[in-house]
């Protein structure tokens, strides 16, 4: 089966007044029916708990508090959930909620078993419905907004593609809200700066993102070989077209082919625990030939990490360079930093790698 993730922002679902839109959440289980019967496995990624929350604590505006806001996610994930249920039960379709962390993905076990268990609920023919873990999220461990668990998601599932339902057409040349006449951007081939600053601004009373995290969960995932698109999630139809091949909104193509599922993880999903800097020589092996990391090119090392940690690689004006898993702790590193390989085993008793990095498991960003 095809595959597709498809995110439905808070302000496709809720407003800030009337709760949950119901006839809009039936609307797109029946766009979603139709995709699966093209052929597709599809996966949402769905806000909306916390605004439903709001509605049902009597809140005027998204809660701030962290507290505040893992109490609404609680009191409103289940009537989310349930509107799933009635919304999809119409077609004969199957919902299933998962509520994920960063430490899901972060975690290389706990990221493994995320993985299998969506692929298993879509090999039964199951939706599932995730929702970042807001009751028990904290500011260490949020993903600050669903677009970005979106592109994560894709990554985790190995998507064709990512579609992200908006409350606005696609990305424009110019704030329609101030410039009204401002084409719509149908391509976007690269994420530049200047793409990035046409999507700035702030979201609304109800969602977390606004164009701006769109914008960057789309470069993580075209980064990945996943293309985005976004359209008008209030427009009905639009999904199955899209999907049929009828263009629609704004597509962010991808800018590379698809990078092995395990260093996609290395670079989108694991934390890194601390950064080496690299001299001159370190980085042109590691960027133009190929090269694992060997502690004869580091510099320096900053932070506490064990063997298996994700760390940072930058050069000496601290620019990123890649990210990979050390085959060393920092306090090791320390001791054998500019070394020979040679000299590994003197210097510290034992030698685990001639490498400090091997390049199986370094991604360059």
């Not at 959440?25 to 052929?39: E, F, H, K, N, T």
């Not at 998601?153 to 696609?170: M, P």
């Not at 698109?229 to 263009?247: A, D, E």
Request: aromatic letters at 6%; charged letters at 25%.
């Amino acid at each position: 089966m095809r595959r597709i993730v498809v995110k439905i922002g808070s302000n496709i679902l809720a407003g800030d007044k009337e709760g949950l839109h119901t006839k809009r959440i039936s609307a797109i289980a029946s766009d979603v029916a139709d995709v699966r019967a093209s052929g597709y496995d599809v996966v949402l990624v769905s806000s909306g708990a916390v605004a439903a929350g709001m509605k049902k604590l009597g809140l005027r505006e998204k809660p701030k508090d962290i507290r505040l806001k893992q109490a609404a996610a609680a009191v409103g994930q289940s009537g989310l959930m349930w509107a799933y249920e009635r919304g999809f039960g119409d077609f004969g379709i199957t919902v299933a909620q998962v509520l994920l962390t960063q430490e899901d993905f972060s975690d290389r076990k706990r990221y493994i078993n995320s993985k299998n268990t969506l692929l298993t609920l879509l090999s039964y023919r199951v939706v599932p419905v995730i929702n970042e873990n807001d009751t028990v999220a904290t500011e260490e461990i949020k993903f600050g907004d669903n677009d970005s668990l979106a592109a994560l998601v894709a990554v985790l599932v190995e998507a064709e593609r990512l579609i992200i339902l908006s409350d606005v057409d696609g990305l424009y040349s110019g704030d329609p809200r101030i410039a009204p006449d401002a084409p719509l951007l149908p391509c976007v081939e690269e994420i530049t700066p200047e793409i990035e600053k046409l999507a700035g601004g702030a979201g609304s009373v109800v969602g977390t993102g606004g164009m701006y995290s769109k914008v960057l969960a789309a470069k993580r995932a075209v980064a990945h070989g996943i293309p985005v698109h976004i359209i008008n999630g209030r427009k009905k139809g639009l999904l199955p077209g899209l999907v049929g091949g009828k263009p629609s909104g704004t597509v962010f193509s991808a800018t590379c082919g698809r990078i092995s599922h395990r260093k996609g993880w290395i670079a989108y999903s694991s934390r890194a625990h601390g950064t080496v800097v690299l001299d001159d020589g370190a980085v042109r092996a590691i960027t133009g030939m190929g090269r694992s990391l060997l502690p004869t090119g580091i510099v320096s090392v900053a932070g506490e990490f064990e063997v298996g940690d994700a760390v940072y690689c930058t050069d000496q004006k601290g620019r990123r360079i890649a990210k990979g898993i050390t085959n060393y702790a920092s306090s090791d590193l320390q001791k054998i930093r500019g070394k020979k390989t040679s000299e590994i085993e003197k210097a510290l008793g034992y030698k685990y790698s001639d490498e400090a990095i091997h390049r199986d498991n370094l991604v360059l960003l």
